[in-house]
């Protein structure tokens, strides 16, 4: 190839065109007509063509390693970039979720709707009720109070697990008989919720609990 300027300052292969296309009337859409500013040269565009164009910056050096990966467009291989910046990345770390706090038991369900199913608890205040939102979702069980029917919460310094009221007016009870007040929950027993049953299962208790990190 012979990269010739014509005087209008366009770019073309002497060896295949007598004289500039570009100038010339009626000429033909061969070439794509690109305009840079380069390193050397006026600030005025200069029209050359996309493989041309690639093959003068190959001239220059800007290509150092022209086929390394074998990127092409429109069949014409193009320079890639050896080292990529990442300093301007977002860490996806960042936006991730906190990771789900360890389970220390469940509420399984004997007797409604859900029966067979369980209900992981965890650190503090699990809220009961039919709400999506609980901690405990008992969702279709119109015997349940929406929100805050009641409530099972874990207390990790002397792994014990509490139920106590919400703020709900309807009532619960631990194994027949009403809570009014925080009592202590053991392993096998049974919460009663309008017409639904959960029984306690422990994951955490005197043999074994979570380290707690200060």
Not at 71 to 77: E, F, I, K, L, Q
Not at 140 to 169: C, D, K, L, M, T
Request: charged letters at 25%.
């Amino acid at each position: 190839m012979n990269l010739t300027r014509c005087p209008k300052g366009h770019f073309y292969d002497a060896e295949k065109y007598p004289a500039c296309p570009h100038c010339a009337p009626g000429a033909g859409s061969d070439n794509e007509t690109v305009s840079f500013n380069g390193g050397g040269v006026s600030d005025e565009g200069k029209t050359i063509s996309g493989k041309d164009l690639i093959n003068e910056m190959a001239g220059k050096g800007n290509a150092a390693d022209v086929n390394k990966n074998n990127d092409t467009v429109s069949g014409t291989t193009i320079p890639v970039q050896e080292h990529l910046n990442l300093s301007g990345f977002v860490n996806v770390d960042d936006y991730c979720d906190d990771p789900p706090q360890p389970v220390v038991g469940w509420l399984v369900c004997t007797k409604g709707r859900h029966m067979g199913k369980d209900y992981r608890l965890v650190t503090g205040r699990n809220f009961i009720g039919r709400s999506g939102t609980m901690s405990v979702a008992l969702e279709g069980e119109n015997s349940v109070s929406r929100e805050n029917h009641a409530i099972v919460a874990y207390e990790p310094r002397q792994s014990i697990f509490i139920a106590q009221p919400g703020s709900a007016s309807e009532l619960f009870y631990l194994n027949g008989s009403v809570v009014l007040d925080p009592v202590r929950l053991k392993q096998g027993d049974r919460l009663q919720l309008g017409e639904v049953e959960l029984m306690l299962i422990p994951c955490c208790d005197d043999k074994f609990k979570w380290e707690i990190k200060k």
